[in-house]
């Protein structure tokens, strides 16, 4: 047998949300509102070009997210969604047995991801749902090479605030590097959750990620970015997979960035639907912590599993994590209203 590995042998794959034809799916974070409006058209006019190979440089999408945060273009990167990008920077720092520092839970490709990049991940138990700064900050040793800071968190959608992020930024040694990973940004509240493109934008360690797949509805073309210093982009960009960001993803993100009104709208619904799913289920007695992204979180412990299954049994499916919560994306007020009834029925039956 060809030797494979031993860091990957007992690595579990990452885990997708279930599909299900005919049931309500609020287990991916994804816009239930479909395409926006000018990526629809766009897209209408592109098909012809894709037995051609894309711009691998990605020069349109650049400039466009350079002009939209006010940046140079050889400050941002690109990649095949958020998770790509995550790669991409393990990559560029990581070296095999190099430390990545994140809370835990958090989002469930950064194990993976570090693993596979030859690092080993350091997970930081969360504190109260929320991650631990300054656990984290304690995590770090001469071997750290990166720490990945969520926020707000996934799949908590717990905050850290602006004094919190700042002293936690202002801890780590300048030779480690700290990637705020923004994914749910446009869903959360300014004065909650601090923009981290405007707090460290000239912090030298410090790289901000961003996503297509969430607000810009774009998770089935895969496009997210990162933002920092234009020396450690420089090396990003090497990491990524030649071509990995198809021609009709590249103009479908330029579109949605000039869709930004609608944009604002359908989030400004999503918030609104995501606080009354949150009210509607402290009413009947579950423990909700307060979330500034398109989910919510219910930490159910055991019974993370058997709430999932019995949502599922019922045509709605929501993301369970075995032992310790689940997570239910926010759909439309009437998949929103389906999934409260079922979440209803089960408090009775317990």
Not at 176 to 205: K, M, Q, T, W
Request: proline share 8%; hydrophobic share 40%; net charge neutral.
């Amino acid at each position: 047998m060809v030797d494979v590995r031993p860091s990957l042998l007992d690595l579990q794959s990452y885990v997708p949300g279930r599909k299900s034809p005919g049931a309500v799916v609020l287990a991916s974070n994804e816009c239930p509102y479909g395409l926006l409006p000018g990526v629809a058209a766009r897209l209408g006019e592109l098909t012809g070009g894709l037995s051609r190979y894309p711009d691998m440089g990605a020069t349109r999408l650049l400039e466009a997210l350079a002009a939209r945060h006010g940046v140079s273009p050889d400050r941002v990167a690109v990649g095949a969604g958020s998770s790509e990008v995550c790669g991409q920077i393990l990559h560029t720092v990581c070296e095999p047995g190099g430390e990545v520092v994140f809370g835990w839970r958090s989002f469930e490709a950064y194990p993976i991801l570090t693993t596979v990049a030859g690092g080993v991940p350091v997970r930081v138990p969360l504190r109260d749902h929320v991650q631990d700064l300054r656990a984290m900050a304690a995590a770090i040793t001469p071997r750290t090479r990166l720490v990945f800071v969520c926020n707000p968190n996934n799949p908590t959608g717990t905050p850290v605030g602006e004094a919190a992020l700042r002293a936690f930024v202002d801890r780590v040694p300048g030779h480690v590097l700290v990637a705020v990973d923004e994914a749910y940004h446009e869903y959360a509240d300014p004065s909650v959750v601090p923009d981290a493109l405007a707090l460290f934008g000239d912090r030298p360690n410090v790289v901000v990620l961003r996503t297509f797949s969430k607000a810009y509805a774009l998770a089935g073309l895969r496009v997210g970015y990162c933002v920092g210093p234009p020396e450690i982009i420089a090396q990003v960009r090497k990491t990524q997979t030649p071509f990995s960001v198809s021609g009709l993803a590249q103009e479908a993100a330029v579109a949605a960035l000039g869709e930004q009104e609608e944009v604002d709208r359908r989030v400004a619904r999503t918030v609104e639907e995501r606080d009354r799913v949150t009210a509607g289920l402290r009413a009947l007695g579950y423990d909700v912590p307060p979330s500034q992204a398109n989910f919510v979180w219910l930490p159910l412990g055991r019974d993370s599993v058997p709430f999932a299954d019995h949502c599922h049994g019922n045509g709605v499916i929501v993301r369970a994590f075995p032992g310790e919560g689940v997570r239910v994306t926010v759909g439309l007020p009437e998949e929103n209203a389906a999934f409260l009834a079922l979440a209803g029925t089960w408090r009775k039956e317990r």
